[in-house]
């Protein structure tokens, strides 16, 4: 909403040499106005959206790329999605609603997190019509309603769709860089989106956009110091740990008076049932919003690459996270207090490259008890203290 026109108007006079300027008489409620100071019955930040006044320092079509509305179409698992989390909190500098179109868990958690305004369910009948004829009518009256549309997809058949039924501006940017390209993942997207113009830094690294900044954890929040919390599973079998590894980690803790908690997701149930057979507990979740209270109540994390550490990395949880065939120069989770543990092999990462580990694959096998504990203990030293 803007206000109208001012009651008191003088006409417009340019001004002498140096700079032109518009120069005109107001009344003392109009100059608190102009000067960005809310009305009485609003604060200071809603007095600026009602009257979309564009602040200091940004021209007019800054102004209205703030006060446009983003799309985003992603198509990934847990992982991808997590690392476009310091995007996404990037492009808030640009738009002031943002929605994304995921699988539905994800786009729970993101609004959960307050990344995201609104989720639309990448499982729902209508967006699988976008891959052919005719095009439901609901995902049209979707995308009607922003201004700029963002794919995160490899699909340019899916950009070619999308362009044919709405006139938002439409951008593909590829979810990961191609797989022998040294860079990581999220460093990927920010230089892609500074290149499209959709942001003012391709620098990912700027603090503003990580968990160090909103997400970083509140030493007002209760947090049980014993607490571990341990996930043994991954979104693929080639770069779990050996589970008898896990279970050896877990009994040296409790050793030391820590309380090692197991957790679990309903597409393990192989290492659920062996977990459970060894007479330890495990915790499953069929919400991530409920993994999310679980690993804030924790002081630690132990994992596998895989989408669950990176999101408890980016919660800002002290993890440890163990790497095999998977490059950490690629997938490292991001967070402030992350310790990855990665033997230095000969071998080139091959996860992404080949059909299938090794026979033998020395990369999971020398990654020892010990090194992963010696990792977990300088990040729980540096955090609470040895124990």
């Not at 310091?86 to 609004?111: E, H, T, W």
Request: hydrophobic share 35%; glycine share 6%; charged share 20%.
């Amino acid at each position: 909403m803007s206000f109208g026109p001012l009651s008191l108007l003088v006409p417009h006079f340019k001004s002498f040499d140096p700079p032109a300027a518009n120069l005109r008489f107001t009344t003392h409620k109009e100059s608190k106005i102009r000067r960005g100071i809310p009305q009485r019955g609003t604060t200071h930040k809603k007095s600026k959206i009602r009257r979309e006044i564009p602040q200091r320092g940004t021209t007019r079509s800054e102004h209205s790329m703030k006060n446009a509305s983003l799309l985003i179409i992603h198509q990934g698992a847990l992982g991808d999605v997590v690392l476009t989390f310091p995007a996404i909190m990037a492009l808030r500098q640009k738009f002031s609603r943002i929605d994304i179109l995921c699988q539905s868990q994800l786009g729970n958690l993101a609004v959960k997190l307050g990344l995201i305004d609104k989720s639309y369910p990448l499982e729902a009948a209508y967006f699988a019509t976008l891959f052919s004829e005719p095009v439901d009518e609901k995902i049209k009256n979707i995308m009607a309603g922003y201004s700029t549309i963002l794919l995160f997809s490899f699909a340019a058949d899916l950009k070619k769709s999308v362009s044919q039924i709405t006139d938002s501006r439409c951008f593909l940017i590829p979810p990961r860089p191609p797989a022998r390209v040294q860079i990581h993942v999220t460093e990927s997207l920010f230089k892609n989106l500074f290149d499209c113009g959709l942001l003012e830094t391709s620098d990912s690294n700027d603090k503003r956009f990580t968990c160090q900044g909103k997400f970083s954890p509140d030493t007002a929040r209760p947090i049980d110091t014993s607490k571990i919390l341990i996930h043994p599973g991954s979104g693929s079998i080639r770069k779990r740990w050996p589970l008898t590894n896990f279970l050896d980690l877990a009994d040296r803790l409790e050793n030391r008076g820590l309380q090692p908690t197991f957790v679990g997701g309903p597409a393990e149930p192989d290492l659920i049932e062996e977990i459970r057979n060894q007479d330890r507990q495990i915790h499953t979740f069929s919400e991530l919003t409920d993994l999310v209270d679980w690993l804030e109540s924790t002081s630690a994390y132990i994992g596998n690459d895989s989408g669950v550490s990176h999101l408890a990395a980016f919660l800002g949880i002290a993890s440890v996270i163990i790497f095999g065939p998977s490059d950490p120069v690629r997938w490292k989770p991001l967070g402030p207090r992350v310790q990855i543990v990665h033997p230095e092999l000969d071998c080139q990462s091959c996860f992404e490259i080949e059909p299938e580990n090794c026979a033998q694959p020395e990369c999971l096998a020398n990654a020892s008890t010990e090194s992963v504990l010696s990792a977990f203990n300088q990040l729980y030293k540096a955090n609470f203290g040895f124990k």
